[in-house]
C-alpha cells in the first residue's frame, strides 16, 4: 500500500478475513461493548478493518 502527501492510503488492500470470520468479528467487538440497543459500525475497505463508531446516547419512548 502506498499513500499520498498527507498519509492517507492511495490503494485498497485486499480483503484480510472471509466474509463469515469477518461477521463474527465485527458481531464479537460489538458484543464486548454490551449492553447496548445497537452499535454503528464503521467499515474499511472490503473485509478489511472496522471499528465501533459510536453508540446511542439516549433512546426516548413516543
Known amino acids: ?4 502527501a498527507s498519509g492517507a492510503p ?4 485486499a480483503p484480510r ?3 463469515e ?3 463474527e468479528l465485527v458481531r464479537a467487538m460489538v ?3 454490551a ?3 445497537f452499535a454503528v459500525v464503521e467499515d474499511f ?5 472496522g471499528r465501533v463508531a459510536g453508540w ?3 433512546i426516548t419512548s413516543r
Not at 492511495?10 to 488492500?13: A, F, G, K, L
Not at 475497505?45 to 478493518?49: I, K, L, P, T
Open 17 to 19: 478475513f472471509s466474509e
Open 10 to 13: 492511495t490503494e485498497v488492500p
Open 45 to 49: 475497505g472490503e473485509r478489511v478493518d
Open 56 to 58: 446511542p446516547s439516549r
Open 31 to 33: 458484543a464486548n461493548h
Open 21 to 23: 470470520r469477518y461477521g
Open 35 to 37: 449492553p447496548r440497543l
Open 1 to 4: 500500500m502506498t499513500a499520498d
